[in-house]
C-alpha cells in the first residue's frame, strides 16, 4: 500500500507538473528504510542474545 500511495503521489505530481509530490515521496522512503534499519537491528540482537532467530526460544528473553 505503502508503494501504491507513492505511486500515486508522483503521477499527480507530474499531472500538475509539482515537484512537491516527488519530495514528499523521498521523505516516505527515507521513513520506510529507517523503520528496516530498525526492524533489522531488532533481529541481530535478539540473534546475539539467544544465537538463534527461532521465536520459541525468545521465551528467554522474558523476565
Do not use: C
Request: proline share 0%.
Amino acid at each position: 500500500m505503502l508503494n501504491a500511495v507513492n505511486l500515486l503521489l508522483v503521477a499527480f505530481s507530474v499531472f500538475h507538473n509539482d515537484a512537491s509530490g516527488q519530495v514528499f515521496v523521498f521523505f516516505i522512503m527515507a521513513v520506510a528504510a529507517a523503520e528496516i534499519t530498525v526492524g533489522l537491528a531488532i533481529l541481530v540482537m535478539i540473534y546475539r542474545n539467544t544465537g538463534s532467530v527461532d521465536i520459541n526460544s525468545l521465551n528467554k528473553l522474558k523476565w
